[in-house]
């Protein structure tokens, strides 16, 4: 018996070792690309479109970063659900420190749907003057170039919307560290491999740039209002327009809180689930992206027969060689090379989190327990 599950653990090592080198070479493939595309003069008038809920980490600077942009013409407008919300304020003394911006605030009080967030964005959108919309995060911030190199492949008109890769902006926590980690060694290899194996068919929250038109196409925000993976919809629904998604080479940053480990877990556990009811056959595929704690128990298992620790090397070593080609040479995370320690910690939990996300429906959304079906959030029962 344990024989025969030391040579199933190997198997799916070599799966997982298959998925890394993959990895590495869409990485790669995406710096190469990135290196050659060029960067048009198309400037179009831009209106961010960004949603407030309390006050998030480095806000106020994400805030100013947006104000700073080397372009010729751009608006932002906030939303808030609630008149108390105390993110106002931070908007108020942003107006009053730039005031040669167009900034708006929206009060969006009426609930059009389970997901706060985009009830907000569908009320926000009347007040939105231009053509070309943004929708990003509260917590990014971004360099003076990012809009003139977002909008710049707008100039092609099959072009239906650009995204951006980001890098986790780790607090002093543990949880927060391990979020950060995860972000730069296993959600963005996943992006970039599904880039390269089956194109892009999704956003990422960090940027979602697009026309008012294709909005318009795929239903408004209205038909987003009860999904959780709102980001992953309006970029799989552009796509299916037959509209192109594009990756930019810009990278963003992220902010992220002070996650305690149970934060952290909540957190994890709420995108698992989110990814299984929005493409299943695709979720149980990521079983194999586990290689590393594969190989442990195939060590294990195999009571660390020579062959199973020449497997483990070989499999850290590929594994290390993933990470630091997307943390370190796509994303430029400066803050990876301190956190590389936490790699095995992080891959072990990644796979737990992976058998845990079929053990419910239900997870938890700033305080709000939902029941998921289909990829749409429902209230959960008391």
Not at 20 to 35: M, N, Q
Not at 101 to 116: F, M, P, S
Not at 176 to 184: D, H, M, Q, T, V
Not at 279 to 304: D, E, M, N, S
Request: glycine share 8%.
């Amino acid at each position: 018996m344990f024989a025969a599950l030391a040579i199933l653990f190997a198997l799916l090592t070599l799966a997982g070792l298959a998925y890394y080198i993959i990895s590495i070479f869409s990485a790669r493939s995406f710096l190469h690309d990135a290196a050659l595309r060029q960067r048009t003069s198309y400037t179009p008038p831009v209106s961010f479109l960004k949603p407030l809920k309390g006050i998030d980490p480095g806000i106020y600077e994400a805030f100013r970063s947006h104000c700073l942009q080397d372009y010729p013409e751009f608006e932002i407008v906030f939303g808030v659900s609630d008149p108390n919300d105390a993110a106002i304020p931070l908007v108020q003394q942003l107006q009053r420190e730039f005031p040669s911006v167009a900034i708006k605030l929206v009060i969006a009080e009426r609930a059009l749907g389970a997901n706060g967030k985009v009830s907000t964005l569908a009320q926000m959108l009347p007040h939105a003057r231009y053509d070309h919309l943004i929708v990003n995060d509260s917590d990014i911030t971004i360099t003076t170039d990012y809009l003139s190199r977002v909008m710049s492949p707008f100039a092609d008109s099959k072009v239906g919307m650009v995204t951006c890769l980001y890098r986790g902006i780790a607090a002093n926590t543990l949880g927060s560290k391990l979020e950060s980690l995860g972000i730069a060694t296993d959600f963005i290899p996943g992006v970039l491999t599904a880039r390269t194996l089956q194109g892009v068919k999704f956003g990422l929250g960090s940027t979602l740039a697009f026309r008012r038109s294709s909005l318009q196409r795929i239903g408004g925000f209205e038909s987003l209002v009860d999904h959780l993976a709102d980001d992953y919809e309006l970029g799989a629904r552009i796509a299916a327009l037959g509209e192109k998604v594009i990756v930019s080479e810009m990278i963003v940053g992220h902010h992220l809180p002070a996650y305690t480990f149970g934060d952290f877990f909540d957190h994890q556990l709420r995108w698992a689930r989110a990814v299984r009811d929005s493409r299943r056959a695709g979720y149980l595929g990521l079983a194999i992206t586990h290689a590393l704690p594969w190989a442990l128990l195939a060590v294990l298992f195999a009571k660390a027969a020579p062959w199973s620790l020449a497997l483990l090397l070989v499999t850290f070593l590929v594994r290390l060689t993933m990470a630091i080609t997307v943390g370190h040479h796509v994303l430029r995370d400066p803050q990876l090379a301190r956190h590389l320690w936490l790699l095995p910690l992080r891959d072990v939990l990644g796979l737990v989190l992976w058998f845990a996300s079929f053990a419910g429906h239900t997870i938890v959304w700033r305080g709000d327990r939902f029941t998921l079906k289909d990829g749409k959030l429902h209230p959960a029962k008391s």
